[in-house]
Structures are given as structure tokens and as C-alpha cells.
């Protein structure tokens, strides 16, 4: 690593810690380098599975013009529409990216500006999630929410106010 800094050869030579979820098929202590050679991967802590992650992210953008978003995600980008709840002004739409998904959120009112996007982390069983990360010190946005028959949700902040939310479809 010649002429990298001591800050980059630090990053380039640390060990990460990265959640199970993140690892399908991997065994416990490797994670494989775009290079197809393995490197150790350091565990430390509560282990994720104890938050019941699923392998899923949704990523939650607030638009004003419902059918013009629409219309762009799927034809500017090829993302494909799973289902819409028209009543609620969302559509979620599937992405090349696995078990990544961009949900479109239609706004009753002015929008909030740049940046408005909600990082959704699907899980099993959102009460004992939602509890461990109370434990944890994590401040939920009120009671968990419901749409009956359909997903159960937790909206809550990062320390720099970045919305992240838990989700549990319902009826699978």
C-alpha cells in the first residue's frame, strides 16, 4: 500500500464487523473480496440475528407527482411494480438489487426538500425487534403501526435525524 495514507492503510487493513444477514452462505468468520479471496471478518457484540432481520431493505422516497414517479422508476429505470395501495399512495417497486426495493410514497402536501428517503429494514417479528433495539436505547416515532392484513411498521431516527423504519408484511 504504498503512498496510501495512515488513515486509508488503516481502512484497508481493519476488520469489520458485518451483521449475519448480510453474509448468506458465508461461513461465520469470512466474507469474499470482489477479488474471490476470503478475508476474516471480526464478531463482535449482540449478534443480529437476536433483531430477526430479513435479507430485505426498502427504501421509502417521498414524491408529489404519484404518476409521474411511477411512470419514472419504471420506465427510466426498469424497476418493476410489485403492487400499489392507491387508497395510501404507495407503490413499491422491485430493483435489480435482490431483496432491495424502492417504495414510492405520495405527499398530501409540500415536500420536505432533498434527502427525504426512509431506509425500511424488513424483519420476522417486529415487537421482539422493535424491544431488543428499545433495550438498546433506540427511540421509536410512537406506537408501531399497522395496515391491516398488510404490514406492521416502526418508524424511527438515527442520531443525525436519517428516518430508518422497521416492517413486517403480514398474512405470509
Known sequence: MAGASDGMRDLLTRQYTFPAFLLPGRSSGELERGTGESVPVSRKGPTMTE???????????????FAAAR???????GFKEMYAVEEVGWVELQTPLGGATIGLNRLAAAHPGPG??????????????????????????GPTNEIPGMVKLAPFHDPDGNALMLAQTLGQ
Open 51 to 65: 433483531l430477526s432481520f430479513k435479507p430485505e431493505l426498502t427504501l421509502s422516497v417521498l414524491v408529489t407527482d
Open 71 to 77: 411512470r419514472w422508476y419504471t420506465e427510466k429505470l
Open 116 to 141: 427525504s428517503v426512509t431506509i425500511t429494514f424488513g424483519v420476522q417479528d417486529i415487537d421482539a425487534t422493535r424491544a431488543e433495539l428499545e433495550k438498546r436505547g433506540v427511540a421509536f416515532d
